[in-house]
């Protein structure tokens, strides 16, 4: 019997692309399957130390539903820095003007916040209609439960 735990090495990795059909499912549910997808824990081979994750492109993300009243009581903040230089803008706001912005936003705030999660979030593509530029890959369906 033998005791010892696999752990993956460097030159193993493998990673195959997916796409995630945003349109009519909401944003929480679909940036958490990205995140998934990203940080790799759906294979059996998942090392908490390596980027084994696969690459992730979402599509129709202008179609991403959010429930409740959160089109107008959710706010997205952000600092320059400077006095006064708080900037805010509502989710219904956001979701017209870039809709990229708020699914990259919901999916790298489930990764981690180190190196290793700047280097996952890199292999997001995120699209706000149905066409995309990454057909050259071969991407896979992934069906958001």
């Known amino acids: 019997m033998n005791n010892t735990t696999y752990s993956m090495k460097k030159s193993e990795i493998e990673s195959k ?6 349109q009519n499912k909401p944003l929480g549910r679909v940036a ?30 202008d179609k991403v539903v959010l429930t409740g009243k959160k089109l107008d ?3 997205y903040r952000s600092h320059s820095g400077y ?8 989710a ?9 912005k708020m699914m990259t936003h919901a ?12 280097q996952m979030a890199k292999k997001l593509r ?13 991407p896979e369906v992934w069906e958001v439960k």
């Open 17 to 22: 692309w997916y796409i995630i059909d945003a």
């Open 32 to 61: 958490a399957e990205a995140a998934k997808l990203l940080r790799g824990k759906h294979k059996p081979t998942y090392t908490t130390h390596l980027d084994v994750g696969d690459h992730v492109i979402i599509i129709n993300c």
């Open 73 to 75: 009581q959710k706010v």
């Open 83 to 90: 006095i006064g230089g708080m900037k805010e803008i509502t």
């Open 92 to 100: 219904r706001d956001l979701l017209a003007k870039s809709p990229e």
């Open 107 to 118: 999916v790298v705030g489930m990764l981690p916040h180190t190196r290793l999660g700047r």
């Open 126 to 138: 995120v699209y706000a209609g149905s066409e995309h530029e990454n057909i050259a890959q071969k």
